[in-house]
Each structure stands twice: as structure tokens, then as C-alpha cells.
């Protein structure tokens, strides 16, 4: 569920991450009985083989981490080094919005460039949203291995049975997408990882 600018926003509080996965785990239960098929740590389905279950644009973007233009209130872009905002990302509000289409101008709220960790690190988060990551995509797009750019991270993922490779991917296990957040995390650009270790730390 999301909340977020909805009308029960003050009810996202009172949902455990428990109860979140109890409800995903009798739907994914209910879904496969009927025929339907989809990995760990995926939330869409399909009977057609090899059918992921998404729009061609959304696979697309989550399998190879092809660039994208957002149109529209607080649409978000990518390109191979950036990622931005348009106005109303944030609040939500249209009329800034509109101003500055009206105006000419980009409505456009947030630029952030990617270094070369960053970009993959997005890549690999979105790639979570079905539950593997494609490894020929990935060094196709960053000409990089991901055993080579995260070996520990490889490593502890695959010793602790948290994910497995299937084909040309590196998935989630059934174990693992129970962890789905701490192995996304994993997986981050490393001064993200330094900044959450210091909030644990009190630091």
C-alpha cells in the first residue's frame, strides 16, 4: 500500500513490516496455487511463460536500466549519469508546476549527478523491484562485472542463502526476500552504506 499524499496517510504507521510480509506471503501463496508465476521478492505475476507480468517500458527500465524521461507532477528521470526531480516531487503541489511550464521553463526541481558507484547502485535497487539482478545487463550498462564492483557483498548474499544464481541472474531466495530491505541495502553506493552505519552507530 501507499499512503503517501493519500487521504489514510496517518494510518502508514500502524503497519508492521510483520504484517506487510504476512499479507505478501498469502497473496504470493494464493497467486502460485492458480498458476501464476514469479520469483522471490517480485509483487507482480503472470501465467504466460517467460511473461514477467509488467509493461515492455517497465521491464525495460528495470532489467537493463535504460534511461527514461519523467513528464509530469514529480516524475523522476534518469539518464547513464543523472537523476532528477520535476517540481512537486516533494509537496505535491501543482502550481509550481504549472508556473513553470507556462513560463517555459523545465519544471524541473532536482538534478543529481550519478558517479559511477551511485548509478549502480540505482540500477541494482530498481533491478529489486523483481527480485534478481540481470548480470549481463548490468555489465553491458556499466562494463563492469557486479563480482567484481561488490565481491563482498556477492559473497555474503551467497554464503548466507539470501540469494542464489538462476540463469543469467543473481535472485533472491525465498529467504532472502523475507530480509528484501537489508539486502537492497547491501547493495548501495558506499557513502550511503558509511552514512547508515553512523546513524546505527549514534554517530
Known sequence: MRYKGTRIQDQAARVTRQA??????????????????GTPGKNTYSKVPGDVGTSDYLTERVVKGTPYLGLGLGAQSF??????????A?????????QAVDAGRLPIQDVH?????????????????????????LRARFGVRLE??????????????LME?????????PYGAEHFNGVVALFY??????????????G
Open 79 to 88: 539518464s547513464l549519469c543523472t537523476l532528477s526531480y520535476n517540481l512537486g
Open 113 to 137: 549527478h550519478l558517479p559511477l558507484d551511485v548509478a549502480m547502485a540505482k540500477m541494482i535497487a530498481v533491478s529489486f523491484y523483481f527480485g534478481e539482478i540481470h548480470l549481463e545487463h
Open 20 to 37: 506487510v510480509n504476512e499479507l505478501a506471503a498469502i497473496a504470493r501463496d494464493r497467486l502460485l496455487v492458480t498458476g501464476y508465476a
Open 148 to 161: 567484481d564492483h561488490f565481491p563482498r557483498e556477492v559473497a555474503f548474499v551467497l554464503r548466507h542463502g
Open 189 to 202: 553506493a558506499g557513502a550511503v552504506k558509511e552514512y547508515l552505519v553512523c546513524l546505527t552507530d549514534g
Open 165 to 173: 544464481y538462476v540463469g543469467p541472474h543473481l535472485r533472491l531466495t
Open 90 to 98: 516533494a509537496t505535491k503541489a501543482l502550481k509550481p508546476y504549472l
